[in-house]
């Protein structure tokens, strides 16, 4: 006999056959007797709508509102919160110091990007400058040369004389944008004007060609007396590079003397010492980290002999601060 019996027993769902069965089934097993007197009770208890007139605890409605008042006082948890944090300099001290860094870290970043802008911005030049050069050269047969024996035979007047011819309309291609302070080369003046200022003011035009390059200072001839490299040399010839660190010699402060000066060692001081552009006469530029060219020119600056003189021979480049002399 299962339990769906029992309950269809209980609520008077079983006929009397089946009634009987049930009946005889508990008078032999006392399990299913208690089971089934169980079972009466908890329905009896479930059925019984009892006292419909209860009454409510004594001072029910009393101590309730006593207890909505006593909670009421009672602080919440986002009370402890406040509505407005507390300025504290350490926290501005902390934000501060998180900014300072994240610029500092950016700062390297950009310099470098600054330093190559210039650097590219410097090659550009010398491109520029190399077509002129090459452009007078297939005219002239060699390269802008002044004679040392001339009042006005300074090295950057070579340049000049790209302007006088029209290769050269924007001499502000002259200052290297990594040198510092930028000269004012627009104002190159006429090679004529040079000479007679420097005839009848000897020294006073070094600054109408104070620039940032430097220019072959010819090589030697035949006869010892130095002239122009002419356009019939090899390709990988330097014409003209980042000036080098140098120094004018005491002559230099003599209106009636030759200005001349000292080469100094290191890299040009137009990229920080870190290098130098250097144009090529094939018109190319290259970046070089040293002075060294190849076996046959060590050194950029200066010639075989160690010397700022004139090439020993074609492919010995010697490369002169404009406001020095060609020498003789």
């Not at 002259?174 to 005839?199: K, Q, Y």
Request: glycine content about 8%; overall charge negative; proline content about 8%.
């Amino acid at each position: 006999m299962n339990d769906s019996t029992l309950f269809d027993e209980a609520f008077g769902q079983l006929d009397a056959q089946e009634r009987t069965l049930l009946e005889r089934a508990v008078a032999a097993d006392p399990a299913l007797a208690f089971r089934r007197d169980r079972l009466h009770r908890a329905l009896d208890l479930l059925l019984d709508d009892g006292d419909d007139d209860l009454e409510p605890p004594p001072r029910l409605a009393e101590r309730t509102l006593h207890r909505i008042a006593r909670h009421a006082d009672e602080p919440r948890t986002l009370e402890f919160a406040p509505n407005r944090p507390r300025f504290r300099w350490a926290d501005v001290g902390v934000a501060a110091a998180v900014m300072l860094i994240g610029l500092m870290s950016l700062v390297p970043a950009v310099r470098e990007q600054h330093r190559r802008a210039d650097q590219l911005l410097c090659t550009d030049n010398l491109r520029q400058v190399g077509l002129a050069l090459n452009q007078y050269a297939t005219t002239h047969e060699n390269y802008p040369f002044v004679d040392p024996s001339c009042p006005a035979a300074y090295v950057g007047a070579a340049f000049v004389q790209l302007r006088d011819a029209g290769l050269l309309p924007d001499p502000a291609v002259l200052d290297c944008p990594c040198g510092g302070i930028t000269e004012d080369s627009r104002s190159l003046p006429a090679f004529d004007v040079i000479l007679d200022r420097e005839r009848r003011s000897p020294g006073t035009c070094r600054g109408d060609i104070h620039v940032d390059y430097a220019y072959h200072l010819g090589v030697r001839g035949g006869d010892g007396h130095p002239v122009p490299m002419t356009i019939r040399v090899s390709n990988h010839v330097p014409l003209v590079a980042d000036q080098p660190p140098f120094r004018l010699d005491d002559s230099a402060s003599s209106s009636r003397a030759p200005v001349g000066g000292v080469i100094l060692a290191g890299n040009s001081p137009n990229h920080g010492g870190a290098g130098q552009n250097v144009l090529f006469t094939d018109g190319s530029v290259s970046w070089k980290r040293t002075r060294w060219i190849d076996a046959k020119d060590t050194d950029l600056y200066l010639n075989e002999l160690k010397d700022i003189g004139p090439g020993v021979h074609q492919d010995d480049a010697v490369l002169s601060p404009c406001i020095m002399r060609f020498q003789p």
